[in-house]
């Protein structure tokens, strides 16, 4: 398996196609039905009460959070609750100052547009944004050189919804510029289990509690995951069982799939146990730890490090990666027992 698209596996936090194909059907509509993110789901109903109440447009909002907390669902969900129309695009489509001129000038007041990984905007288009943002005015330049002369063009007022991974990526002045900052946190089970429960309704698949407190467990805190793990989850119930979700079904499907009690897979897993079962918990250099499970350095870094990571069963330090107690007790493994001479046992054995 190549491990480098991250989308081969079950527990990618980035959509696949299939997840593109079935998103719009399970994404819910509504502040009232979207799951979890209290504070978020609060400030902001405040934040677009008021601004009907006024008959304004709502402030720009930015939301950060990792991928599949529900960002773009909620992009969508502000237009709705302020029954406005929404433009979307992202910023690696805009290349150019122009294209955002283009879109800019053919909003209608009130629209939302929602702006998708935002932090990757050009540097000229960026600049365009500010002035856009603050003033609902833009200079369209034409011509080049000397002769070049920047034309005003006002803009309606509408709302810029920014979405980023990586909210530490923006520049602060543009930033500043959004009246709002939501950041998505990872869901808590009992919230997944919402989640599950609610998109197995949509899917029409009989689901009992315990199935969805099953699946909600190993869903990382991503309700995209959880989407994911419930479709196959659903297909195994179909083919090998009656067709109800109970937490036996959930469980044996998803061993079938290689997704642990725990959401790891098998990755994570053979990432784990390399560092426990031959460097005795670390630490260990990264690029032995890859050696050792046979991937790249890259891979083992960025797409199975940051849950083990999250999850307390890894710790990354400046002399290596060293397993936690969590992670023995994970894979069933006792810690080896170092000599009671202060020695610190196996440690500094492994280069970084
Ligand atoms: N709070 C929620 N309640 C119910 N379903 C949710 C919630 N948040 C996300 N989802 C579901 O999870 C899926 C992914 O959400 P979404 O596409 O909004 O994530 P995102 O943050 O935009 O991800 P990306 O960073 O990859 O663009 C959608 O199908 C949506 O229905
Ligand atoms: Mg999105």
Avoid: C
């Avoid at 194909?21 to 009232?32: F, I, M, S, T, Y």
């Avoid at 007022?157 to 991974?165: D, I, R, S, Y």
């Avoid at 918990?281 to 499970?293: D, E, F, I, Q």
Wanted: no cysteine; proline share 6%.
């Amino acid at each position: 398996m190549n491990w480098d698209d991250e989308t081969d596996r079950i527990v990618a936090p980035a959509a696949d196609g299939e997840d593109t194909a079935v998103e719009a059907a399970l994404r819910p509509k509504d502040l009232g039905e979207f799951v979890g993110q209290e504070k978020v789901r609060q400030q902001l109903d405040l934040v677009l009460k008021a601004a009907r109440q006024r008959g304004a447009t709502a402030d720009h909002v930015l939301l950060s959070g990792a991928p599949g907390l529900g960002k773009t669902t909620l992009s969508m969900i502000i237009a709705a609750e302020m029954g406005a129309p929404i433009r979307i695009t992202s910023g690696p489509a805009i290349q150019h100052a122009g294209d955002l001129a283009a879109i800019l000038s053919s909003l209608q007041e009130g629209e939302v547009l929602f702006l998708d990984e935002i932090h990757r905007m050009s540097r000229p288009a960026e600049e365009m944004l500010y002035m856009a943002m603050e003033d609902f005015r833009v200079d369209v330049i034409v011509g080049k050189g000397p002769g070049a002369t920047a034309i005003p063009l006002e803009l309606p007022p509408f709302t810029l919804v920014g979405a980023t991974t990586r909210a530490g990526l923006l520049p602060p002045p543009l930033r500043d510029r959004f009246g709002f900052t939501g950041h998505m946190e990872f869901y808590a089970p009992g919230e997944l289990e919402r989640v599950i429960r609610r998109s197995a309704g949509l899917l029409d698949v009989e689901i009992d509690p315990a199935g969805a407190a099953e699946i909600a467990g190993r869903s990382r805190g991503t309700p995209r995951i959880a989407n994911r793990l419930l479709r196959r989850v659903r297909d195994y119930a179909q083919v090998r069982a009656d067709g109800v979700i109970t937490r036996e079904v959930a469980a044996t499907a998803l061993q079938v799939y290689e997704v642990d009690g725990r959401g790891l897979d098998r990755l994570d897993r053979a990432v784990l146990e390399a560092l426990l079962k031959l460097f005795g918990g670390g630490p260990v250099g990264l690029s032995t730890l890859a050696v050792a499970v046979g991937e790249e350095r890259e891979t083992v870094e960025e797409v199975a490090e940051p849950f083990l990571v999250r999850e307390g069963l890894l710790a990354r330090t400046p002399r290596g990666r060293v397993a936690t107690p969590a992670a023995w007790a994970h894979l069933g493994l006792v810690p080896p027992q170092h000599g009671g001479n202060g020695s610190g046992g196996q440690q500094g054995l492994f280069g970084v």
